[in-house]
């Protein structure tokens, strides 16, 4: 079981798959990609890590559940709502949108797991992280605990730095590589100290690279970055070139969305193409979930349902 009566999250084991690429093949390069899958539907990747303390506090310090904030088809917010469930805690979130649309198929999967949600306009929207906003939804929530979007707090980075990203199968890696939103992954990957990290950043956030290092918690890290090269044409935004990408990830048997993992893995085989990834390293890559997002662009029509069944390995078998 997942959730223990310590919850150790942890006890997930990683599922290593190698991806085989002709750039890489050139190069001599080794790209691993580190899966985690929880035994809770809308538990997987980076979420796993993420949550494991956030939802610790709240069970040992008696909080009622999360309060918490996403966008209409976040990954986050299925799993807060997935988790709080499984463990008896109830959830809030305030969803960026208008007006809650609970055919959305991401909203539907929170909703059915008793997550209350709450329709948030953009302008309310950007005060999420404000310390006067935080107050009032405190007070409008007591006995809740505050999440931030995404679970990129001090704790969720703490989550993420149990990961063992650096042991590959076939040795430790000589970089560690994340897809980056909201920070906390790849800072956790920072915090653990143990090989040189790349955030590949999938939003135009100019704020990005501050907010990693806020949650950075040792003077001396190892070397990193923040590439902002491949986010195209902004978040979740995704050419016919990155689909097919995706397409022939899938045909090896790794599943991805064009979102948040096949949009870095695209970045990670440009950089070894422009030899900004040096010829013959191991690279680890964190496989950080979020599989839930296909059925949201199968929802908007931003991809096939032969497509939808293909990425996410229901085709398959
Ligand atoms: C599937 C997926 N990958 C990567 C990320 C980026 O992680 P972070 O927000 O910690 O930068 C997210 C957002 O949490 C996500 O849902």
């Given amino acids: 079981m997942l959730y223990s009566s310590e919850i150790q999250l942890l006890s997930v084991q990683p599922h290593w798959q190698a991806v085989t690429h002709p750039v890489l093949a050139a190069n001599a390069v080794q790209l691993w990609l580190c899966g985690l899958q929880s035994t809770v539907a809308g538990v997987s990747g980076n979420k796993i890590l993420k949550l494991n303390y956030p939802l610790q506090s709240a069970l040992q310090q008696g909080y009622a559940g999360i309060v918490t904030f996403g966008g209409a088809f976040s990954n986050h917010l ?3 709502a997935a988790s709080c469930q499984q463990l008896g805690l109830r959830s809030i979130a305030y969803v960026r949108t208008e007006q809650l649309d609970l055919n959305n198929p991401t909203l539907a999967f929170c909703h059915a797991r008793g997550m209350q949600l709450i329709a948030t306009d953009r302008q309310h929207y950007r005060l999420r992280h404000q310390p006067d906003y935080l107050l009032q939804l405190q007070q409008r929530h007591p006995g809740f605990l505050l999440v931030p979007e995404g ?36 800072a956790g990957l920072i915090n653990r100290r143990q090989s040189a990290v790349l955030g590949i950043a999938v939003v ?28 195209g044409a902004g978040y979740a935004r995704f050419s016919p070139a990155l689909l097919q990408f995706c397409r022939e990830l899938a045909s090896q048997g790794i599943y991805t969305e064009p979102v948040y993992t096949g949009k870095a893995l695209a970045g990670v085989i440009e950089l070894v193409r422009a030899g900004r990834i040096v010829a013959g390293s191991r690279l680890s890559f964190f496989h950080t979930g979020g599989l839930q997002g296909l059925d949201g662009l199968l929802y908007r029509r931003l991809i096939t349902a032969a497509d939808h069944a293909l990425l996410s390995g229901s085709a398959a078998g």
């Fill in 78 to 80: 299925c799993a807060v």
């Fill in 204 to 231: 135009k956030d100019a704020s990005l690279s501050a907010k990693v290092q806020q949650l950075l918690t040792a003077p001396q890290t190892p070397p990193w970055q923040l590439n902002t090269d491949f986010c």
């Fill in 151 to 186: 679970g990129s707090s001090a704790d969720g980075a703490r989550g993420v730095t149990q990961l063992a990203l650096e042991q590959t199968p076939a040795g430790k890696a000589d970089l560690l590589i994340t897809a980056t939103a909201s920070g906390g992954t790849l």
